[in-house]
């Protein structure tokens, strides 16, 4: 069997474009910025420890051990030490210090060359996006590859009876901001109906309903099509409420038969990638989604053989 070529993961969208669904930007392979006549100067980041020292927060994110945020509250609720004594807001850490988590050494120096990863993971239903259940399921983190100086971190959730596109990162700053309310990223959603539904339902979903948390909308409603009783539509939203796809289009008395996440801002689910692996970006697509989330572009400077250490799952074809 040969193996099929992925259709490129980041397909930001021009924004002088109309809005297109996942499918079609897969189709078109679109590149940001299109029409710019002149490069953008990329910004690099050094990411070594100056002899001032750097913001905790800051490297314990870089390091994937939680975002900036979580980071914040650990200092709050006094479960990190310096030197053995409790960190506070602003504190810095430089070369020498000896950190503590929960009275727990964290070997912090490592991070400082910690090169970031992003992951596309192809969730399967039955999966959850947690490290530990109660009920004993399957996680998403037993299927990802291991990493020995790092932990990976999921860029919002997918509940367990809803597939797609998950992004995983071992920088709690990008996860972070792709997270972030202010950042409005867009998710799309494939959305298998059963039934037919009237125009002024899917006219009243663009315009708003009330839920139980507060208004919400879809922001685009493309019809994919379908035969018999199901339909396909594809849907846009840019806000990650839990379940939110679903509840709008129960507040509809719609049944939704099927749920899977197509895209996630500028990256989209490759046709050839299935179900339970993963895609590994490479430096030109981290680029890209370091520029779409605003943050400065990182320096290549990896340990020479890092990147060996993982073995990336590249999909055959269906």
């Known amino acids: 069997m040969k193996t099929k070529q992925l259709n490129k993961p980041i397909a930001l969208r021009d ?26 100067e990329k910004r690099l980041v050094d990411i070594e420890i100056s002899k001032d020292g750097e913001r905790i927060q800051k490297v314990l994110a870089r390091g994937g051990l939680a975002s900036r ?12 030490k310096i ?13 020498g210090d000896y950190l503590q988590l929960n009275d727990r050494v964290v070997h912090w120096e490592k991070f400082e ?6 992951l596309i993971y192809h969730k399967p239903t039955g999966e959850i996006v ?52 202010s950042t409005e990223v867009e998710r799309e959603y494939a959305v298998r109906i059963l039934g037919e539904v009237p125009d002024e339902k899917l006219e009243l979903l663009k315009q708003g309903v009330t839920l139980e948390d507060g208004v919400a909308k879809f922001d685009q409603i493309y019809f994919m099509g379908g035969e018999g009783a199901n339909k396909w539509y594809h849907v846009v939203v840019s806000e990650g409420r839990n379940r939110l796809v679903r509840r709008l289009w129960e507040a509809q008395n719609v049944v939704v038969s099927r749920l899977m996440r197509v ?13 339970g692996k993963c895609y590994e970006l490479d430096k030109k ?11 400065p572009v990182e320096t290549t400077s990896v340990v020479k053989g890092e990147k060996n250490d993982v073995k990336t799952k590249r999909s055959t074809s269906r």
Do not use: C
């Not at 060359?113 to 992003?118: E, I, K, N, S």
């Open 15 to 40: 924004k002088k474009q109309p809005n297109k669904p996942a499918s079609q930007m897969r189709r078109e392979n679109l590149r940001p910025n299109a029409s710019r006549k002149e490069p953008v």
């Open 69 to 80: 945020r979580e980071i914040e509250r650990w200092i709050t609720e006094g479960r990190l």
């Open 83 to 95: 030197n053995g004594v409790l960190v506070t807001q602003g504190a810095h850490l430089k070369a």
């Open 113 to 118: 060359r910690q090169p970031t990863r992003v």
């Open 130 to 181: 947690s490290r530990n259940d109660p009920q004993g399921r399957p996680t998403i983190f037993a299927s990802l590859p291991k990493l020995d100086t790092s932990r990976w971190i999921s860029v919002g959730r997918l509940d367990v009876n809803t597939s797609g596109l998950l992004l995983v990162t071992n920088n709690g700053e990008l996860a972070n901001k792709l997270m972030h309310p």
């Open 263 to 275: 895209r996630y801002g500028p990256v989209v689910l490759s046709d050839g990638l299935r179900t």
């Open 285 to 295: 697509e981290l680029d890209l989604l370091f520029e779409f989330a605003g943050l």
